[in-house]
């Protein structure tokens, strides 16, 4: 099973950024289909941004032209680019494998088990 450790969050102005990083053990990032999710308090999470081994990428419409998913295979991390932060992209931001990946979703498997997460909060 594949476990994570994700850093970089913290407090930013809006119209900041912030890279996210995912530590990923028991897999490599470079045959492993991954990707970041959100939640805010009282909601579902959300999936941000995903990406599988051939660059197929998945954005939510809300991260489109600002987050930009990536990895480092010789690091074996998970990377999330967040540019022109927004008051409404504050939130606990995890990472996590990816059981199901389209243009249109992307979900993670049903049994996930979540890391402890990254918090991001924008300053408006």
């Known amino acids: 099973q594949v476990h994570v450790a994700e850093s970089g969050g913290g407090l930013v102005e809006a119209g900041g950024s912030l890279r996210l990083s995912c530590s990923v053990f028991?897999?490599?990032?470079?045959?492993?289909?991954l990707g970041w999710f959100r939640q805010v308090p009282g909601r579902e999470r959300e999936a941000v941004a995903c990406?599988?081994?051939?660059?197929?990428?998945y954005y939510a419409n809300s991260a489109k032209g600002r987050f930009t998913i990536s990895r480092d295979n010789s690091k074996n991390i998970l990377y999330l680019q967040m540019n022109n932060l927004k008051p409404d992209d504050t939130a606990m931001y995890y990472c996590a494998e990816v059981a199901t990946l389209t243009t249109f979703f992307c979900l993670p498997p049903d049994n996930n088990s979540w890391g402890q997460g990254t918090q991001v909060t924008v300053s408006s």
């Open positions: 028991g897999s490599r990032v470079d045959r492993t289909t």
């Open positions: 990406a599988n081994i051939q660059d197929f990428t």
